[in-house]
Structures are given as structure tokens and as C-alpha cells.
């Protein structure tokens, strides 16, 4: 896991767009993303180097310490395997060793319980509370969308307590499961 490049673009566009659940930006925003936000995005790179899975997100400008994560995605061959939270952990334990992240927000529509369920395992991992609160109601959205809630993580713990049974390699770029 690391920071995505520009070379990475393409395949977060793709790994979006195949989500069937993400909205799907321009392949060209994705390239600005992977240059102009590496800091604060996170790709898991399958056996070959390409990305598999990804994580954008931004510092808000005005909460300089909350991270807003943008978009999080993981190819549909690779889901299940709890790599959409070691990306999170990874990314948020990046920040935190630099000394620039207190807080994550994120948004989340109401049927999206996947997302629902990793957020709050996450906050949990990190000792963090939980606040929940609508944002973007449908009728905003020119188009068909649902409601959009927005999710306040925070403070979070200096270390995040590991799952049972689970092993995230650096070296290797993959998170491996303990039978």
C-alpha cells in the first residue's frame, strides 16, 4: 500500500466505475487525484504493481486535522478480504505519524450499509466516536440520487487496535486472513 501516482489513474477509474455504487468522475479528475492528493490517498497494488483497491481523500480547509475521504473502492475480486480497512488504517496511520490528522469525515448514503459497517469498524479499531448526521438531502442533486449523511469520526487513538486473525504485509502490498 502506498501512495497512488499519476500511472494509477487509470486504474482507479476503472475500479470505480466497475463499483457500481460510486459516483464515477472523469478519468482525467482521477489523474488530477492521483497527483494533486497522493498525500492523502491510499492504492493497494495486486501482485503485478496495479491498483486493486483505493482510497481518496482531502484535508477539509477549514478543519486543517479532519481528513474527508472522498471515495474508497476496492476491486470486486478482491473485496471481503477486509482490505478496505487496512487502506484506511494505512492511510490515517501515514497522517498521524506526521502529526496533521485528529478527525475523518466521510459521506455515506442510507442504503449503503457496506460502507456503513467498515466506518463504524473502523472508529471502533481506532477508539473513536461516531456522529451521524444528514448533509446533502436528494432533492440538491440534479440528478437521481439518494441522501447523502455525513459521518464525523473522531478524536482518533494513536493506535488503531488490531483485528483478530488478520496480517497486513508493507513489503508484499496485500493483507493476508489467518485460517
Sequence with gaps: MGEPTVEDGASVWRIARDSHVLDVNSS???LLWCRDFAATSVVARDESGTAAAFVTGYFRPEQPG???IWQ???DVKRRGRG???AMLDHLTGRLRSR???QRMETTISAENEASQRLFHSFAARHGASV???PLFP??????????EHLYRIGPLAESPTPTPGTQYSESRRT???SS
Aim: glycine share 10%; aromatic share 10%; hydrophobic share 40%.
Design 28 to 30: 482525467y479528475s482521477y
Design 66 to 68: 479532519t481528513l474527508v
Design 72 to 74: 474508497i473502492a476496492v
Design 83 to 85: 482490505l478496505g480497512g
Design 99 to 101: 502529526g496533521v490528522l
Design 131 to 133: 456522529e451521524r448526521e
Design 138 to 147: 436528494a432533492r440538491l442533486f440534479p440528478d437521481a440520487h439518494e441522501s
Design 175 to 177: 493483507r493476508s486472513v
